[in-house]
């Protein structure tokens, strides 16, 4: 993939997406998260705690070279990336994508959070690939969505899981 113009970039009209990766280590996954973020047009890619940074190979690798323009930051950890972008815009929703007893399916008609027709900000946060997103992270959600497993494995890859909420949120 050739690296886009200064004009290409300034013509993307981002949407209000942030992707919070708590701790997600491996770097394929970091780079196929850039991908994913450069596909829905999000504002930034944060992360945090143990995330590799770029530049990296593995990333540069998955993410193709949208690293390079696919704004992002570390911060030392979610809970820190989550209270900045609160403190940004308190109507940010935040939304984490994990397994827990108060999370309700990613694809409920019934959660206001989970509509961006009306241009609501929001934040996805994924978490490390065999602990998930930290408690903490947890209790300062907006709303914790899950998707259903079916089979015998009970998750899914972190870049899958993040692209069917997406998708679903951006109907």
Request: some cysteine.
């Amino acid at each position: 993939m050739t690296k886009p113009s200064e004009a290409d970039l300034a013509k993307i009209k981002r949407r209000p997406i942030w992707i919070i990766l708590d701790n997600v280590m491996d770097t394929y996954n970091i780079g196929s998260i850039f991908r994913l973020a450069d596909a829905v047009a999000a504002q930034e890619v944060l992360l945090c705690g143990g995330s590799e940074t770029p530049p990296a190979s593995r990333i540069h690798k998955a993410a193709v070279g949208t690293e390079e323009w696919v704004q992002w930051q570390y911060m030392e950890t979610a809970v820190l990336a989550i209270a900045k972008l609160k403190n940004q815009n308190s109507k940010i929703k935040i939304i984490a994508v994990e397994q827990d007893e108060r999370a309700i399916p990613y694809n409920s008609p019934l959660h206001p959070s989970l509509n961006l027709r009306e241009g609501t900000p929001i934040a996805i946060v994924v978490g490390h690939e065999t602990e998930g997103v930290s408690k903490e992270v947890l209790d300062m959600a907006d709303v914790i969505v899950e998707i259903p497993m079916y089979g015998v494995n009970r998750s899914m890859n972190v870049v899958v899981a993040t692209g069917i909420v997406l998708y679903r949120i951006l109907g």
